[in-house]
């Protein structure tokens, strides 16, 4: 028990030392659906990103494209230099079943820690892309009580986060607002309040939302376009 405890130790002490890590940060947009982050670790020699990705469909398959960037808040865009458990396109990893799930991780040089970056794979189609990941604790945290709280029907509790959490970024043009500002709309919307969904619109189109375009797609697939 005493050697597992040390080891256990060393492990975490190794962890503390060589870098931050964020264990499954909240995000603006996906593709595909299917895919998730499980942790984020900036180390001193790179930048990692361990994620999954499930099949949804029979005879699925998935790659990595080489020309795969993280992208920093200023735009500036980072090669992708390592990837594990995926292989490169065009091979493939074929899925055995719908429902299977494949863990990979991506590596990127290092870039020390980021307030909030994207992930973009720049391919043919079916392109991987995560765009303003969140690597703040407390908003992470906040973030996922607001998914929580609607999840659960309490939707002006969520709303009051929401609007609390753009009142305090909206300044700072962080990868997320976006995502916020579609939250308030789509809350607004299922409360009946279209006026209100408007400005919150209006407000959103007059900002400095990185992405903005993309998120305005997003709510027109959803109906909410003003």
């Known amino acids: 028990m005493k050697q597992v405890l040390i ?7 190794s962890g ?9 940060p909240n995000y ?7 895919a998730e982050i499980v942790r984020v670790d900036f180390n001193a020699d790179a930048t990692v990103v361990w994620m999954t990705v499930m099949s949804d469909i029979n005879n699925a398959w998935f790659c990595i494209d080489r020309n795969t960037f993280l992208v920093r808040p200023d ?5 992708l230099t390592g990837l594990k458990g995926l292989p490169y396109c065009p091979a493939t990893h074929k899925f055995k079943r ?34 303003g990941i969140v690597t703040d604790a407390s908003l992470n ?8 709280l609607s999840g659960s029907g309490n939707n002006m509790a969520a709303y009051h986060i929401y ?15 976006g995502s916020v500002y579609t939250s308030l709309i789509m809350l607004d919307r299922s409360m009946g309040r279209h006026e209100t969904a408007r400005q919150w619109y209006n407000r959103m189109m007059t900002s400095d939302t990185p992405d903005l375009k993309l998120y305005l797609e997003n709510l027109k697939r959803q109906g909410a376009e003003y």
């Open 7 to 13: 080891i256990v130790l060393l492990a975490a002490f």
């Open 16 to 24: 503390a030392v060589s870098g931050q890590s964020v264990e499954s």
């Open 28 to 34: 603006g947009l996906k593709s595909p659906l299917t």
């Open 75 to 79: 735009g500036m865009k980072i090669k």
């Open 98 to 131: 719908p429902g299977e799930k494949a863990a990979f991780s991506l590596t990127f040089p290092p870039t020390g820690m980021l307030p909030w970056f994207s992930i973009v794979e720049e391919c043919m189609g079916g392109c991987l892309s995560f765009r």
């Open 141 to 148: 945290n906040r973030l996922n009580e607001a998914f929580a």
């Open 163 to 177: 609007e609390e959490i753009i009142a305090e970024t909206d300044s700072l043009n962080l990868g997320i607002e």
